[in-house]
Each structure stands twice: as C-alpha cells, then as structure tokens.
C-alpha cells in the first residue's frame, strides 16, 4: 500500500537501495563480481555504488568464478560483509566446493566460534535464446545443502527488505534474482528496512485451493487467482519467498483449510521444491485421511530450449495452472483458457521487456 516513504520502483532498482543502503550503514559491506562496475551495472542493480563508496569496495573481478568465491568468503572470515554477483546461475557452478565445502560449512566445523556472513547473488535466466546453459533454475540444489539460506524474492518491497537482512545474517545467504522480475514495478519503503527471511508470504487470500509457487513464478500464480475470480473460484496464493529455511507451517495452515494443494516449481519437478512441499505436507496432514488433492506443475523434464517455439512448451504459465487447477476441483475452464490464450506472450514476461543484457 503506497503511502508518503513509500515510492514505486523496480525491482533492480529495489535491489540497489538495499545494496546502497547497507553501505552507507555499514562500512564492512563490500561489492564484487564480473561487471558490477560495467556501464549496465548489472541490470541496473550495482548503479552509483562504485561513485558513492570507491574502487576498495566496489570492484570488478577476475574471469574466475571458484577464485572470486573464495576470496569472498575469506573476506567474510576477516568480519567484512562481502555481497557477491553472478550474472547468471551457472556460473556459480564453477564454484560449488567453494560454496558447499566451505561457506556452508564454517561455521558447524568451528563450533559456531566464527562465520561467514557472505550474500552470493545468483541470476536466474530466461528467453531471448539463452538456452540450455544460461536459463536454468536450479535454486533446489543449494536449498539441499545445511549451512545455507536461500532466498527467491518475487516483489521489489521483498526484494530489498530481504536483501538486507541477507547481509546481516552472519552466515552465508544465496539470494536468487530472476532476470524477468528486474523490469517489474512496486511500492517500496525508501528507508532502511528488513524483511523476515523465514517465512512464507500469503499475497491472496481464499478458500477453494492453495497455490504456493516462488520468484517469478508467484506473478504467474496471481495472474492465474485473477482469472479463476471469474468463475468464482477464491484461490489462495502463497509466496514462498524462502526455499530453506522452508516454512511448511504456513502453507500446512492454508491447505488445511482449501483441502486443495498446487505447488508451481520454478525448475524441473524431479527433486525439486515442489516435491519437498508436497512430501512434508503428506507428513504433517495424513492427506489420504483428510481427503486433501495434491498437484504440481514445473518446467518440462528437458534441457532448456533456445527456440521460441519450444520454450511456451518448456515454462508453466497463468494458463497451465489454470488447467491444473481445473483438474484438481473438476472444474471446466475451456472457455477462460479461450479468452486468455491471445494475451500469453512467447518467451517474454511483457511487451517492453528489454534484455537479457
């Protein structure tokens, strides 16, 4: 709800008053990754930070992802708060024993006695032929491995609040970014704030279905509530917002009350988030007892396409959830999906996206 500290920005611009803001609090943050000092900075995400704060703590960094991580974290070892940027996920692949056998672990081998309190930002990709290797979302990898926060903010207020709190954690936080969310709008607190990174966010309230979904993927899930509101269907939408620490609480107390569960995975449905929610609230609620209709949708268990014409068969969208839905209450939609079929764009989340760069 807009109001006089708040404003409406994007979400790259959201990320970069949290970034700023933690800077000019606290002189121990530091800036780095290939880029952050490029003239698109980013996305947009790093402008004005080099200007404002120097080259000692905004800085570019060698082509080196497993070495730029490890100075990281030795950083963080030191008690600098060190904020990492991977334009995409992917390359954070090169680093993995970095992030898991060490960052991960330091603080559990140590006793607790010392931390490394480091963000790694990682992009996720999409469209514009990015194909197989620079679109992934992988974010269930890292949500597996004890020793890490992992974040997947879907709104520009969250986005910055839990971007801060992020680097005030004092263990290491993986913070997912999807390209396709940068260009979006919201109301943002233009003060220094934080933002709870262990709980889910209800957005929508109703009565007939719970849809729970992450990132972007939430946008598509409200756009998917909107819809149903036209046959009277009242579906609930929760953001999970935090993959681990995963809040099962919150989503058990909807789907207690629908009796109806749809999980959107932003990746591939094979161990991935989607079946962890699933499994834990089969645990929590003796679905088979209570009668409680479970369902997912995710991305197509295949490589990601670079054709346009292959990939609005790859991504779920407002219009496959609304066909899931449909069949999770024996609902006939045939004439909504009609309606809205000519207003799904191909491989683009609006028609003034500009990217990937």
Not at 43 to 53: A, P, Q, R
Not at 160 to 172: E, V
Not at 214 to 231: P, Q
Not at 278 to 291: C, P, V, W
């Amino acid at each position: 709800m807009p109001n006089s500290r708040k404003r409406k920005i994007l979400y790259s611009q959201a990320i970069n008053q949290g970034l700023f803001q933690s800077m000019q609090k606290d002189k121990n943050v530091i800036m780095m990754g290939l880029g952050v000092d490029d003239p698109k900075r980013i996305f947009g995400t790093t402008s004005n930070l080099i200007e404002k704060f120097g080259k000692d703590r905004v800085f570019d960094m060698p082509t080196s992802e497993n070495g730029m991580t490890g100075f990281a974290i030795g950083a963080a070892l030191t008690k600098l708060r060190p904020v990492l940027v991977h334009q995409r996920v992917e390359f954070a692949l090169l680093s993995m024993d970095q992030i898991i056998n060490q960052a991960a672990k330091w603080y559990y081998m140590n006793a607790g006695q010392m931390s490394v309190p480091i963000v790694i930002r990682l992009i996720i990709g999409r469209g514009w032929g990015q194909g197989p290797q620079h679109s992934q979302s992988l974010e269930t990898m890292f949500a597996s491995i004890p020793g890490l926060k992992v974040l997947c903010p879907s709104n520009p207020s969250d986005a910055k609040g839990m971007l801060i709190s992020s680097i005030r954690d004092n263990n290491p936080v993986i913070f997912f970014e999807h390209r396709w969310l940068h260009n979006t709008y919201g109301f943002v607190d233009k003060n220094y704030y934080l933002s709870d990174i262990k709980k889910c966010k209800v957005v929508k309230k109703g009565t007939h279905i719970t849809i729970v979904a992450s990132s972007y993927m939430v946008l598509e899930a409200i756009r998917t509530a909107e819809i149903l509101n036209e046959i009277n269907i009242k579906a609930e939408v929760i953001d999970i917002r935090t993959l681990r620490p995963l809040d099962i609480k919150t989503i058990s107390k909807s789907v207690n009350k629908t009796k109806n569960l749809l999980v959107i995975d932003s990746g591939w449905m094979t161990y991935g988030i989607s079946a962890e929610i699933i499994s834990s609230i089969a645990e929590q609620n003796k679905f088979y007892e209570k009668k409680i209709k479970l369902k997912r949708v995710g991305l197509a268990d295949t490589p990601i396409p670079s054709t346009r014409s292959l990939a609005k068969y790859v991504y779920p969208h407002s219009l496959t959830i609304l066909k899931s839905v449909s069949e999770i209450l024996n609902k006939n939609v045939n004439l909504l999906l009609k309606k809205y079929k000519k207003y799904e764009p191909i491989d683009v989340p609006n028609e003034n996206f500009k990217g990937p760069f």
